[in-house]
């Protein structure tokens, strides 16, 4: 039984990306079956291939191949049966991987090297607030309060300050008065310089002795 090639068209992907491919020969009249890939390689039901990398759907026939190589490129032919299996359609798809210098490597090195600028000028943006704040206190002193030293002032402070109220002594008699300042007796008192001149006329001169 020959295949009936119903349409062939073209498609290009960029390398590295996923390539979807549909089935041009699946439609109301016909069953899907397989891939036949560059006539080397079969993908569909009952045959081994690699299903991490295609994938397809059985009632659509649609195709994807993950992270396509330019050494892939080439003629995919998707094989539909007729309902009543009589004939059997094929539709054609001609993929084209472009090579693209711009890998997914490439990518990551990209963001790398942007996010590493973003750190740089952050830095960049904290260090000159730093210095700016540091001119504005350089040159100062700074000088530490102790806050010990204050209160031991203010203590003293109010202890030379604070009026020392007296305490009430004894009370003070007659007699006690008498002792201390002595006795006030007029008959007494002595005149201490007529005794004085007296002792002097009775003791003789040195001379005269």
């Known amino acids: 039984m020959t295949a009936e090639i119903k349409t062939s068209i073209m498609t290009e992907v960029p390398a590295g990306s996923t390539a979807v491919l549909n089935c041009n020969s699946n439609d109301y009249d016909h069953n899907f079956m397989f891939w036949l890939v560059n006539k080397t390689k079969i993908i569909g039901p009952d045959n081994d291939f690699d299903v991490k990398k295609y994938k397809y759907e059985v009632l659509s026939g649609k195709l994807w191949i993950d992270n396509v190589s330019p050494s892939e490129s080439g003629h995919y032919v998707c094989l539909s049966k007729h309902l009543d299996g009589s004939k059997i359609s094929a539709g054609e798809v001609e993929m084209v991987v472009n090579d693209s210098s711009f890998s997914t490597i490439d990518a ?35 000088v530490p309060v102790d806050d010990t030293e204050e209160d031991d002032n203010d203590e003293i402070y ?13 009370s003070r008699n007659i007699s006690s008065e008498h002792l201390l300042y002595g006795i006030e007796n007029q008959g007494l008192d002595t005149d201490f310089n007529s005794v004085f001149e007296n002792i002097q006329i009775k003791t003789p001169s040195p001379s005269l002795i």
């Open 108 to 142: 990551l090195k990209l963001v790398a090297i942007v996010v590493s600028i973003i750190v740089l000028i952050g830095c960049a943006i904290i260090y000159l607030r730093l210095r700016k704040q540091w001119k504005r206190y350089e040159g100062r002193t700074v």
């Open 158 to 170: 109010n202890r030379t300050t604070t009026a020392i109220t007296p305490v009430p002594g004894p």
